[in-house]
């Protein structure tokens, strides 16, 4: 039988045990989900929403930075935040679009940001908000968007920061999530 592989985290108090799992030929990681772990959402999100200065509007990319981004909202008490979107939605107005391929997506992938939300974002200082932050490339395509709305990004967090992301001296993280090379896993 073969045992699987796991990695402990420990952030905000909270301990996980996450699956490590290959993504491509030669490198693995470890699997970080928090849609529906309440527990290390609302320990995690005020100790994130501490390091948030002086912003006035919170932004995420749909799906899996929607539950941290809804804490931290209610911890700053603020009344709204704003999701990029990953379609075009026949409600949206004139809607901002920007194209992205992430480390856990593998393919391109498209975000999007209602033309209403845009014309609410300008001007105001934001923050982008993620579960984990690797490649940098869904947090850029946000921050596209963002800058295409008028809006200045004053912050960048995440509960986790991965591989390179961890040396990044622009981003606000809570742990460290190590890469798993398959050279390292034999």
């Known amino acids: 039988m073969v045992m699987e592989k796991t990695y402990t985290l420990e952030v905000?108090?909270?301990t996980?045990?996450?699956?490590?799992?290959?993504?491509?030929d030669d490198l693995s990681i470890a699997s970080f989900v928090i849609l529906g772990d309440?527990?290390?959402?609302?320990?995690?999100?005020?100790?994130?929403?501490?390091k948030l200065e002086q912003v006035d509007v919170l932004i995420t990319a749909e799906a899996k930075g929607i539950p941290l981004i809804h804490e931290i909202s209610r911890v700053m008490q603020m009344k709204k935040?704003?999701?990029?979107?990953?379609?075009?939605?026949?409600?949206?107005?004139?809607?901002?679009v920007n194209e992205v391929e992430s480390i856990t997506t593998q393919k391109k992938q498209v975000l999007c940001l209602d033309g209403a939300d845009a014309r609410e974002i300008a001007g105001k200082r934001?923050?982008?908000i993620d579960d984990v932050i690797s490649t940098g490339k869904s947090l850029q395509a946000i921050e596209d968007l963002v800058v295409?709305?008028?809006?200045?990004v004053v912050a960048r967090a995440a509960i986790l920061a991965?591989?390179?992301a961890t040396l990044r001296s622009d981003i606000l993280f809570l742990e460290e999530l190590p890469l798993f090379p398959h050279a390292q896993m034999k």
């Open 12 to 14: 905000a108090g909270v």
């Open 16 to 24: 996980r045990q996450l699956s490590i799992i290959p993504i491509t």
């Open 38 to 50: 309440t527990e290390l959402v609302t320990a995690a999100a005020p100790l994130l929403a501490e």
């Open 81 to 96: 935040y704003y999701v990029a979107r990953k379609s075009v939605k026949p409600y949206m107005e004139a809607p901002l």
């Open 126 to 128: 934001v923050a982008i």
């Open 148 to 152: 295409q709305a008028g809006g200045i």
């Open 162 to 164: 991965e591989g390179n």
